[in-house]
Structures are given as structure tokens and as C-alpha cells.
């Protein structure tokens, strides 16, 4: 799958990954920013604040550097 986020410059080779993980029972997500984002009581809402997380991400304004 060819995907371009904002900051890129051409079009790279994206292989999507679960970013969900399961910790002591409990689920977290990891983040291109390098966060970890959790705990979450189960998957679906761990699922949930991902696809949350991603529209704060895109509500951002973009900085060009």
C-alpha cells in the first residue's frame, strides 16, 4: 500500500501494523510519535481512541519546517 502522510515528500511503501497491544490485561496504542497511549479496559475502546487520537492528530495545524 503506497500512502503520503503531510510531511512527506513522495509517496513511501506503508505496511499497516496493530498498533494495539495487550499489557497486564490491559490495552494501550502505540503512536508514529513514539507515544504509548492507555491503559484501556479492552480492545474496542482501545480501537476507538485510536481512530480518536488519529482525528486530533489531523485537527492539527500543519507546520512546515
Do not use: W
Request: net charge negative; aromatic share 10%.
Amino acid at each position: 500500500m503506497l500512502g503520503k502522510r503531510a510531511e512527506d515528500v513522495v509517496p513511501a511503501m506503508v505496511f499497516p501494523s496493530d498498533r494495539i497491544c495487550r499489557v497486564n490485561g490491559q490495552f494501550y496504542f502505540n503512536t508514529r510519535e513514539g507515544t504509548h497511549e492507555g491503559p484501556f479496559p479492552d480492545r474496542e475502546t482501545a480501537e476507538r481512541e485510536v481512530a480518536a487520537y488519529i482525528e486530533r492528530m489531523l485537527q492539527l495545524p500543519q507546520v512546515v519546517g
